[in-house]
């Protein structure tokens, strides 16, 4: 490379950066407002969900405490901990999200009040699963009573014996007393006791038991062991019909023939039951982005085919007893966005909660940027026009006669010097060269002036 093709890269890189640093300073106010206005917007909406959310199961080895470890490993993909909380059931679950202890919990219908729980900011993020309520008794026992057909077939039937209906935190008594009352019982007709599930089921195998009332879903362990057990029995609900009008959040259901062990044929025919639907609720307060995620972690857990469903029958919106938050909704009935498919969730959160803020900031600052051309221009020209004040100073010693000649002409001499430095855009050059121009006129008066006499005639010769 030549030294004039190194100067002339080395002139060009530098207009380059200059052009870079007027235009950052030029657009610099516009950009601290814009980003002012979008960390103000990213404090007020808070779109990034905190790293971990506390979910309400239900007992050890309960369908719950099963379903809860499939959320807490969805969520755990997106980097949030999920703190499963082990309580005695449902009516637990409830108590914990209304005293905040809790921001997710499983809750079964008939739980919860509509009127008292929404206005306590309690919210639906969908149905999930039906929860049959299984009445298992002793074979021996109805044979012993002489019963038609050798079965229990009537809650009639249960008065003065030993009847188990779960722990007083999982809601099962509640409903069990309804469902008494219905046929005209109370809980002194029946020798009622309130042990854990497995106990109750391990005292049902061994005798201290006549019948329990159980409400879970088949998914639970202690459930598919009782319905394989030949000592044992299910109670069929040949009423459901006039039990679901009577209590409206029971749903009928059949147990399907052979669902249970298609080989072994169990059940040996189809058994009409009464279920209820549990949902998951949230809190209000609960971040908006969690309750996203769980709403689409339900798809995932409760989408497929079951003993008392068809694939995507659940989740679902149509049976919830509280209304269904905008992020349930969306998750279940609605179209994910395109970004929702490429994007990681943190991204794509980020993008759906701050896109109206940012479409906003920009038809703000729309109107706004037109301060920027003139800024930058005044940038650029004030590069050349601040070294007129210097130019005006030395006519102005001409013009009074004060200052030596050859101090005047070093000064002039060394303000074109700088003006030569000077790096400006093409579209600028005209101010550049007229700055020139002026100090050669400066300087061809000054020189002039070697012909004037002392009393100030010009010489002419």
């Known amino acids: 490379m030549t030294p004039i093709q190194h100067w002339q890269a080395t002139r060009s890189l530098r207009l380059l950066l200059q052009t870079l640093r007027d235009l950052m300073v030029s657009m610099g106010p516009l950009l601290l407002l814009g980003g002012g206005l979008l960390v103000a917007a990213y404090w007020w909406l808070d779109p990034q969900p905190p790293r971990q959310v506390r979910l309400a199961t239900g007992p050890a080895g309960s369908a719950y405490a099963g379903f809860g470890e499939g959320y807490a490993k969805a969520l755990a993909r997106e980097r949030i901990q999920v703190q499963l909380i082990a309580t005695e059931g449902a009516q637990d679950d409830l108590a914990l999200l ?31 699963f039906y929860e049959p309520v299984w009445i298992f008794y002793r074979r021996d026992l109805a044979i012993a009573r002489r019963q038609p057909g050798g079965e229990l077939q009537h809650l009639t039937q249960l008065r003065g014996l030993r009847v188990n209906v779960d722990q007083d935190g999982s809601g099962v008594p509640q409903i069990a007393e309804k469902l008494l009352a219905l046929n005209g019982l109370t809980p002194a007709d029946l020798q009622l006791s309130n042990l854990a599930p497995d106990a109750a089921g391990a005292a049902l195998r061994q005798g201290r038991l006549d019948a329990a009332v159980l409400i879970s879903a088949p ?105 269904v938050s905008a992020e349930g909704d969306r998750a279940i009935n609605g179209t994910p966005p395109a970004w929702a498919r490429y994007l990681p969730f943190w991204a794509g959160n980020l993008l759906e909660r701050m896109w109206l803020v940012v479409g906003g900031l920009l038809v703000l600052m729309l109107p706004l940027s037109r301060v920027v051309p003139p800024l930058y221009t005044f940038r650029v020209r004030s590069r050349v026009f601040r070294w007129y004040a210097r130019l005006r100073e030395v006519e102005a010693r001409l013009e009074a006669g004060a200052g030596e000649r050859n ?55």
């Open 98 to 128: 209304r005293a905040g202890e809790a921001d997710v919990g499983f809750v079964r219908g008939g739980m919860a009040d509509p009127a008292a729980d929404t206005e306590a900011g309690i919210v639906s993020l969908g149905s999930l």
């Open 219 to 323: 998914q639970a362990g202690l459930i598919r062991t009782l319905l394989r057990d030949p000592a044992l029995a299910l109670m069929a609900f040949e009423q459901n019909e006039a039990y679901s009008r009577h209590l409206p959040f029971l749903s009928t259901v059949r147990l399907p023939r052979g669902v249970v062990d298609l080989a072994a044929d169990v059940p040996p025919q189809d058994v009409p039951l009464l279920a209820t639907t549990t949902a998951l609720l949230a809190r209000e307060q609960t971040h908006p982005a969690l309750r996203q995620l769980f709403a689409q972690a339900a798809l995932g857990q409760h989408g497929g085919a079951g003993w008392f469903n068809g694939a995507r029958d659940f989740p679902n919106t149509r049976t919830s007893e509280l209304p």
């Open 407 to 461: 101090a005047l002409l070093d000064e002039l001499d060394e303000l074109d010097r700088v003006t030569h430095r000077i790096a400006v855009p093409l579209s600028y050059a005209e101010e550049l060269y007229a700055l020139r121009n002026n100090i050669h006129a400066v300087r061809k008066r000054l020189l002039a002036q070697r012909g004037r006499p002392a009393g100030g005639v010009m010489d002419l010769r």
